[in-house]
């Protein structure tokens, strides 16, 4: 990962239910168009939404084992996204997971 400049490596994608993410890509959406300064250019949009980013395909990943530099949930653009998702209460209402 560091040899090719990776932040964040998975081991499996799956599909998510859509009832247990009603609104997460309303929210996804929403601070991406108040930050495009946190949207590299070099991104995985294509690997979740099949529309150039209109839409979430489901497509997420599972936590169970994952290699990250941790400077990312350290980042100016990682924290203002998780508080943007904590406040909006769709952990809790919503049941948003990890993945």
């Known amino acids: 990962?560091?040899?090719?400049?990776?932040?964040?490596?998975?081991?499996?994608s799956i599909l998510e239910f859509p009832e247990t993410?009603?609104?997460?890509?309303?929210?996804?959406s929403m601070f991406i168009e108040e930050h495009p300064r946190f949207i590299n250019n070099n991104n995985l949009l294509d690997f979740i939404s099949d529309d150039k980013?209109?839409?979430?395909?489901?497509?997420?990943f599972w936590t169970n084992f994952e290699i990250v530099?941790?400077?990312?949930?350290r980042s100016e653009a990682y924290t203002s996204l998780f508080e943007?998702?904590?406040?909006?209460?769709?952990?809790?209402?919503e049941r948003w997971g990890d993945a």
């Open 69 to 73: 530099d941790m400077n990312l949930f």
């Open 21 to 28: 993410i009603v609104t997460l890509w309303d929210k996804i």
């Open 84 to 93: 943007m998702l904590d406040k909006s209460g769709g952990f809790f209402y």
């Open 53 to 60: 980013g209109a839409t979430y395909n489901l497509c997420h």
């Open 1 to 12: 990962m560091n040899d090719n400049d990776k932040h964040y490596g998975f081991a499996l």
